[in-house]
């Protein structure tokens, strides 16, 4: 079956600009996590989505970053003004159990490289 | 404040020998331990799990050891093989409504022929 999916696979822009990350969770999944990987280190949470609404947004690092999932599929990352340390692996999983432990499917991820 | 440790960067093993990798803790709430693989380009992979109430769990050539009061854990791979090239990645959840996990820094592992 088809597993989690991201796009764009790779995104380079440059400094200032806004940029919208999308993912496209395992159908079913009620829960939604995005992560950011960055060079070297295990991926960090930024925020966690049950259904619709954002349960979780502890770790988006400022207001710069902003995620919606309005029909509870779908999920745009949205960053605004981006930085050179925005540059990262943008992780986004799926789950198909509430809190907790669960499995959490990821897509491949989505390369932001900010110039 | 890195609450998991991966302090290995990188492991080298021959093939059909034991693999064994380690993961260190600070956050005694942790009430599941995950590792992950990822190969280059794809997302992280769920391999096994243990729960904070057991301290060892096996599926196949894969077994995780937890020893709560050093706050370690470790994935032994056995015999390991070639294809088990690849970054792993420990991984602990805090009981809560998330479910969000707290990841280590990885480790590469290299599998020769």
């Known amino acids: 079956g088809a597993g989690v999916s991201q796009t764009p696979s790779n995104k380079v822009t440059e400094k200032g600009k806004y940029v919208e990350l999308r993912c496209d969770p395992i159908?079913?999944?009620?829960?939604l996590y995005w992560y950011r990987q960055s060079l070297g280190q295990g991926p960090e949470f930024l925020i966690y989505?049950?259904?619709?609404?954002?349960?979780?947004d502890s770790g988006l690092p400022n207001d710069r970053f902003f995620a919606v999932r309005p029909e509870g599929s779908v999920s745009t990352l949205k960053i605004q003004r981006t930085e050179r340390g925005d540059s990262a692996v943008y992780l986004c999983a799926s789950s198909s159990t509430r809190g907790s432990y669960n499995e959490q499917f990821f897509g491949p991820g989505t390369r932001l490289t900010v110039l | 404040d890195q609450q998991v440790k991966q302090n290995s960067p990188s492991l080298s093993v021959q093939e059909g020998r034991i693999s064994i990798l380690n993961c260190d803790y600070t956050n005694s709430m942790f009430d599941y331990f995950l590792w992950y693989k990822k190969y280059p380009a794809e997302g992280p992979t769920f391999l096994i799990s243990?729960?904070?109430?057991?301290d060892k769990n096996e599926d196949g050539r894969f077994t995780v050891f937890l020893n709560k009061s050093a706050k370690h854990l470790s994935l032994h791979i056995v015999p390991s093989q070639p294809g088990d090239s690849a970054v792993y990645f420990c991984?602990?959840?805090?009981?809560?409504?998330?479910?969000?996990?707290?990841f280590g820094q990885g480790t590469t592992l290299q599998v020769k022929p």
């Open positions: 159908s079913g999944h009620t829960a």
């Open positions: 991984a602990a959840s805090i009981p809560s409504n998330t479910g969000k996990l707290i």
């Open positions: 989505f049950q259904g619709t609404g954002a349960a979780d």
């Open positions: 243990i729960s904070s109430i057991k």
